[in-house]
């Protein structure tokens, strides 16, 4: 962002000669006001004297934030003369400076309010961006503030990621989203999720500009979500702060988000000093009296109070200690050999990662011949099309590529880009690789960008993995992100940790979580070299304690491979063996893997090589546009990639009718097809007494037969919402209280707003705390969430027109009870209801529900009939009922199908199995369906289970062990997809393509 930026505004109407008292003592106005605010990134100073602006600074202060404030000073000293001056300290980093200076501190809330009310006093809202810190403060009534604890999601920080991610300036990124076409849905929460969402755009070729765009939408979808929390932001807003000072594009996401007019959405002059500011206005009559000169030294000399952070024992005890590690690790290498001297077939390999590319070009007998590794720079394309010229220069007329395989994130892409012969999902390329170092492997452990791939290998095949789910705090952009705050590159930082004295322990947290135990280690004395070894342990315990969950060495076995870049970094290394109490293998091309290994398969190709010619590859093009599917309901954004020669790569659809092509099932079925019908297809005819509205989410999806029965039979007319979509998401998201609620809480709020708009006169979603009783388990418990999700929506719902929002307390597994409850909650008599209406009404329903069940587990049976016919593959995609669900599930389902798999729901072949015994209290009906389903896998050979989690649901942390352990007792594996707002079809597919590796590879084991 730009630095020393001079100014030449004055605040408007003698606002600053009028705060405040009117000073006190002997202190004039024509006097200076100092305030310093010292943010999380940033330092600011501002001067005012005579009610004007006379100095101002705004620069990084890579946390050395006492020098950095210093020099500030110094430099307001050398333009305004030793004055005498009143000084206050703000910011999220001031408070200790301030402390040990004994300068007077103000919250930096306080001191927007302060500026808001003598520049503003009409303000309804304000919206500040710092660098980690985000806020919002309502005005109007009493001042309430909002502002986020320990996630630097949506800010500074955050953006500056992303740039980086897109190989561009902050400045550059503002451009490009100022030319966008189209917005793509990205998770703010923290810059690691939004990597993993952005990265596979980059890689299918989406437009930068749209991207761009489409990070700004997200750090607004972050500051209505996690600070808003349902708050209306209306009427007058001021933006401030260095992120929306500077960054057009975001302002114009806010007012368009938001429905802001040019008037009420105010950026003034002063946005990006706005605490600072507001900081001399406190300091006017509460600060301290001093001279320039006085305050520079205050601040030189002053000594921050240490926090007492524990330290770890050092990596390496000595150089020596080092040298017989790093020859150690040396040994596991890999032969090369020259392109000048060599002739005859080679064979490519390509892994187009989350972050980065690499190339491997092997001869016949395994050597590598040339390598690449290096930043995707935002474009995969023009980086391998570089490199393939390179190759074919390099190969002349003595090398033959006779074979190439492309793995990684970008592997549709770019194997349709340039004809590669094989693709090769991630999983079966690094595990080709960790054998040729390691024939007898147990464990193969792979740190990349922001991804840990875990495998454990039994009997020669891979017999579990485990990914990352939603955090990158044990990955490479972890340690990235903490060396370039710090001015480092990836690689200076990683050598400054192998020989420091104190690594401070900084635990395993995620990455925002750190930033705050990083800063305060700085101000305790910690040196680069001591946060570098500590942030090398750190990643290591979070790969092991929250990926892999390890309770021990021996759970990854004697054998261990480790690999990818993170892992290229000896700090990490060190850190790991210590950590495992074992030597590990780490081979010389860990960075390379995946590409190594990639083109180990390229050697079984047959035939000639489909590759790009050396001519074609002279004038090949590539361009990229936008467009959106509509050929179902889905409407995909879709990315539309365009080849030199004709050829074409469409991203982004979650059917095969983004491809010019019907669907269909291929014969196939899929029972959450089936269930979606079923609900939607429920026919609704005119009743006398009304409409009632049904919201189609969470426990509608395994009720909705019984009310819409019942109320049907009572003269309702039942109007159900529709399925879900993005768009229904966005409609509710302005009443959203908490951003942590799972994704089908969070949009239950569009479907009751639809019902809204529709104008029906009830909207019916009742409180159910037990579920239905299936017998199997010690209690029937329903989720929290489903149960009583109603009563949050009638606290935060603002207008509902003339719908009356319906939500009774109600027992279903009592039909008398039912019965009683319905009259009275009805209106009983004096609504014209009689007991044997609604008793005729009650069974009605429960037929309904009955009829509902008894086609879910008849399709079941079905499916697994037909597979079973057909030697086809069984997968169980197993969560809740409201899975289904075409937004929350994100075409999983789908996908499933297109990779060959039957796919049917728990509740369709639960019924088919014993409840296994669990080691936990198993009180919850969804979850004994779950356990139910998972037992019929292990116990048969075809069927394999993916479990679905809703990110933030705290009772499917019990779930997701569980259903491990009874899988993997049965010899099978365990997959789990967490799933949220944000759609990443791509990891899943190479989660699902994992999963199909494994039981090849086991089923080839066994011949």
Known sequence: MEEKKKISYEPNDGALRSAGNGGTGSFSCAHVTVGVDVGSTTAKIVAVRDGKIVFERYERHLSAVRQKTAELLREALSELGDVTVRAAVSGSAGLGVADAAGIPFIQEVAATTELVRAYHPDTEAVIELGGEDAKIVFFGGSVDERMNGTCAGGTGAFIDQMATLLDVTVGELDALSLDSGKIYPIASRCGVFAKTDIQPLLNQGARKEDVAASIYQAVVNQTIAGLAQGRRIRGKVLFFGGPLFFCEGLRKRFRETLGLSEDDAVCPPYA????????????????LETTLSDLCERIENCIVKSSGEATLPPLFESEEDYKEFAERH???????????????????????????????????????????????????????????????????????????????????????????????????????????????????????????????????AIDSIMLNEACSSGCGSFIETFARSMGYTAEEFAKAGLFARAPVNLGSRCTVFMNSSVKQAQKDGAGADDISAGLSISVVKNALYKVIRATGPDDLGEHVVVQGGTLLNDAVLRALERELGRHVVRPAVAGLMGAYGAALKAMNHKGPSGLIPWEALENFTHKSTSTICRGCTNNCHLTVNTFSGGGRFISGNRCERGLGRDPGDAGLHNLYNFKRKYLTSLPSKPGTRGTVGIPLSLGMYELLPLWHGIFSSLGYE???????????????????????????????????????ERGVDLIFYPCITYNVDEKVTENHFNCPVVAYYSELLAGNLEDTGKSRFFFPYLNINKKAQLEKELFACLGGKDAGFTRSAVRRAVRAGFSAQEKYYAAVRREGEAALAYARENNTRIMILAGRPYHVDEEICHGIDRLALSLGFVVVSEDS?????????????????????????????????????VQLVSFGCGVDAITTDEVRRILEDGGKYCTQIKIDEITNLGAVKIRLRSLLAAIEEKEAARG
């Open 909 to 945: 072949v639960a019924h088919l199995a014993e409840q296994p015994s669990v080691r936990v209290l198993n009180q919850w009906t969804y979850h004994g369906r779950l356990y139910r389903a998972a037992r019929y896998a292990a116990e048969h050979g075809d069927t394999e289970l």
């Open 718 to 756: 039942v109007s159900v919402s529709g399925m879900s979509t993005r768009a229904t998401y966005e409609k509710g998201q302005f009443t959203i209280p908490s951003d942590t609620a799972c994704y089908p809480a969070k949009i239950m709020h569009g479907h009751v707003e639809e019902l809204v």
């Open 272 to 287: 990006r000093h706005s605490v600072s500011l507001g900081a001399s206005l406190f300091a006017r009559d509460n600060g």
């Open 330 to 460: 040396a040994r596991a290498t890999v032969e090369t050999e020259d392109p000048d001297s060599y002739s005859g077939r080679a064979y490519l390999g390509i892994d187009c990662g989350s972050t980065t590319t690499k190339l491997v070009l092997l001869t016949e007998s395994g050597k590598i011949l040339y390598s690449y590794y290096s930043s995707n720079r935002g474009n995969p394309v023009e980086v391998i099309k570089d490199q393939l010229g390179r190759i074919y220069s390099l190969a002349g007329d003595s090398i033959e590529i006779a074979g190439s395989a492309v793995t990684g994130y970008g592997e549709d892409l770019i194997k349709n880009a340039f004809g590669v012969d094989i693709g090769v999902v991630e999983t079966a390329a690094h595990y080709t690789a960790a054998k040729r170092f390691m024939p007898d492997v147990d464990f193969i452990l792979d740190i990349g960008g922001q991804d840990i791939k875990c495998f454990r290998i039994r009997n020669g």
